[in-house]
């Protein structure tokens, strides 16, 4: 089941006895537990019938005996376990998830990783509780998802804006969520998101970027390519290295799938750009200059570079440089 589907049934005051949400991304996990804390019970219910526990510090016991108390004065009390990966005995939870009592909502966020399916506990959960397992979103996803996030809080956001977000944070939801909620903060009425507030509210700049690298390798402006590095080396926090190469990799390797399609028109193209002319024209300044095999030369060396940079063939040498080496070589 979806979290948006497992929120929909909360709110109409559908519930399970036991919650089990679990993976890699914590952002819908975080999310749920929020709910789950804050939503469930009215505030004059909460003080009696809320208990929350953290795994690193919870005892199995004293989780399982919270679960077995009646509510006082309420029709059902909720019992969180937060942070459940880090618990010990997580297992001897078996017994009551086995038989929860239909008064109390147990819900379980077990984050970072997924449950041993081999474990009873596993197989316990799959047959008695509501199980979520929230998965990394993909890469080609996270501009939908970001342009999505604003017009649920009742904005728009330009491409170039949307652009800024991914290629600076990635696919780290929470943050990016951080970021969305302190721009509509700072807005002040106003209701399109563009690159200047990107600038001003989040300090990501609209000249120094990882999407302007892109361009100017893409146009082979050795130059540009130099002063958005020098840039980067002067605000080490902007975009570090370990930052910078995945993101080049990702735009460029989506620019190589375009020899594999058919139709390289522009119509069949903007799909896979997101609608956004600067990254198509981008794409087509890219093919334009280095060609297939160009492009291939270009996807090794950010492998070649991200070894480098991580240590592996290299004995020491700054981010920086081994960027600008990197660019001087992709444009030869």
Not at 166 to 186: M, T, Y
Not at 269 to 277: A, C, H, R, S
Not at 281 to 309: P, T, V, W
Request: proline residues 2%; aromatic residues 10%.
């Amino acid at each position: 089941m979806s979290a948006e589907k497992i929120l929909a049934g909360w709110k109409k005051k559908s519930f399970q006895p036991v919650y089990w949400l679990e993976g890699e991304e914590e952002y819908y996990i975080d999310q749920l537990m929020n709910y789950a804390e804050h939503e469930l019970l009215p505030e004059s219910e909460a003080s009696f019938n809320l208990t929350v526990f953290y795994g690193r510090d919870a005892d199995w016991a004293a989780v399982t005996n919270a679960c077995k108390r009646y509510p006082m004065f309420a029709e059902r009390q909720v019992v969180l376990l937060k942070e459940a990966q880090h618990m010990k005995d997580i297992d001897k939870l078996e017994a009551y998830v086995s038989a929860p009592l239909s008064s109390t909502i147990f819900i379980i966020g077990y984050k970072g990783k997924t449950l041993d399916k081999r474990t009873k506990l596993y197989k316990i959960l799959q047959s008695k509780a509501e199980v979520f397992v929230s998965v990394k979103i993909r890469e080609g996803k996270i501009h939908e998802w970001i342009t999505q996030m604003v017009k649920e809080k009742g904005y728009t956001i330009q491409a170039k804006a949307v652009s800024l977000l991914e290629e600076h944070i990635g696919n780290d939801l929470s943050r990016i969520a951080n970021e969305i909620d302190k721009l509509s903060v700072n807005l002040k009425g106003k209701k399109s998101i563009d690159e200047d507030d990107i600038e001003k509210y989040i300090g990501i700049s609209k000249e120094y970027n990882v999407f302007e690298l892109q361009s100017a390798i893409a146009r082979k402006d050795l130059v540009k390519a130099i002063t958005i590095i020098n840039y980067f080396e002067s605000n080490p926090k902007a975009v570090p290295i370990q930052m910078a190469l995945p993101a080049l990799y990702a735009n460029f390797s989506k620019v190589y799938t375009v020899y594999g399609m058919n139709d390289k028109s522009d119509a069949a193209l903007k799909p896979l750009f997101y609608f956004n002319q600067s990254s198509l024209q981008q794409a087509k300044d890219m093919m334009k200059n280095y060609g297939y095999g160009g492009l291939e030369k270009i996807l090794l060396l950010l492998h070649h570079y991200n070894l480098k940079s991580i240590g592996v063939g290299d004995s020491g040498s700054s981010g920086a440089m081994l960027m600008k080496e990197m660019v001087v070589k992709m444009m030869l």
